[in-house]
């Protein structure tokens, strides 16, 4: 005697009940996120508006009423600005772009290098370097100012270009991103390859090491660079010729003027924008190097 099971069929159903209610949470919390990032962005972009709108404004308009509605004095304000003095103001601009581009260019093959030998090479003491390099990401470099205009001092560098443009060629951050993007992608296998061709340890960090570092270190020498450019305590300490200030503290020098000439109000705001246009270049023309690689790298490390 055969004794048969019969299992009913299940009918095809709609999703559960509890599958629509995760879609629809997913949903609002997408929408929340979005509008969280709105507001965000409104609020890091709102003074760069403000700073736009207030330079093509009179100096009565500035003070006399708060709109958003643009005026017709930019180019007024520009001129009066680049007639400071001279074009004291584009002498400002030069030496901010050489502190800035030579102290974050030599920053970053520093930090390059020093990542580079330190993820991939084996020596004494290597863990206590590290973490040495780990401390000094946590100080603010408003704790070195004092420290290293002391040390400079004493060898007559102050109130030079090299009083900015040394304490800005080492960064221990940029050497700590470069340590973690050369340990997650450069394997050790290429490195042995070019060694077995003859390659020595300098020609094998510049034709193999650096061209695989690419991504990260144009996300190193960004940082750099927009650290140096707005940098006001280090060359406020060091320089006291106003012909060797950056923008920064150019511009702080034209504010203190405007307790007793407010017209030279409207003169930092102008400057205030054209300083921001060559950070704004060099994002856009530096963008198609990123990669998600360094965050990958920081996962892997």
């Known amino acids: 005697m055969t004794i048969s099971t019969v299992v009913p069929a299940v009918p095809a159903t709609a999703a559960p009940p509890a599958t629509a209610r995760n879609r629809r949470g997913n949903r609002r919390n997408s929408t929340l996120a979005t509008v969280l990032l709105l507001l965000g962005a409104l609020y890091c972009l709102f003074p760069v508006l403000w700073v736009l709108i207030a330079s093509t404004k009179s100096s009565g308009e500035l003070f006399s009423t708060f709109t958003l509605a643009p005026s017709t004095h930019l180019f007024d304000n520009i001129g009066d600005l680049f007639a400071y003095r001279d074009g004291l103001y584009w002498r400002w601009m030069a030496n901010t772009v050489l502190y800035a581009g030579v102290g974050s260019a030599v920053s970053t093959l520093i930090s390059a290098m020093a990542g580079f030998a330190l993820a991939k090479y084996d020596f004494p003491g290597k863990k206590f370097v590290f973490n040495v390099i780990l401390a000094g990401v946590l100080v603010p470099g408003v704790i070195l100012a004092i420290p290293q205009y002391l040390l400079l001092a004493k060898v007559g560098l102050t ?13 221990p951050y940029g050497i700590y991103l470069s340590r973690i993007f050369a340990a997650a992608t450069i394997p050790t296998e290429v490195l042995e390859a070019a060694r077995i061709d003859g390659a020595g340890d300098w020609r094998t960090f ?8 690419k991504s990260g270190l144009v996300t190193v020498f960004l940082f750099q660079f927009v650290a140096i450019w707005n940098n006001f305590m ?26 007793s000439q407010p017209a030279m109000y409207i003169t930092v705001v102008t400057g205030a924008l054209i300083s921001i246009i060559p950070l704004v270049a060099l994002f856009l023309s530096l963008q198609r190097y990123w990669r998600v690689d360094l965050g990958a790298g920081a996962v892997k490390a």
Request: proline share 9%.
């Open 206 to 213: 510049g034709r193999v090491v650096l061209p695989m570092m």
């Open 159 to 171: 109130n030079t270009y090299w009083s900015v443009l040394l304490p800005s060629m080492i960064s």
């Open 234 to 259: 280090l060359p406020y300490i060091m320089l006291g010729d106003d012909h060797l200030f950056p923008i920064t503290v150019g511009l702080s020098g034209l504010l203190n003027q405007g307790a």
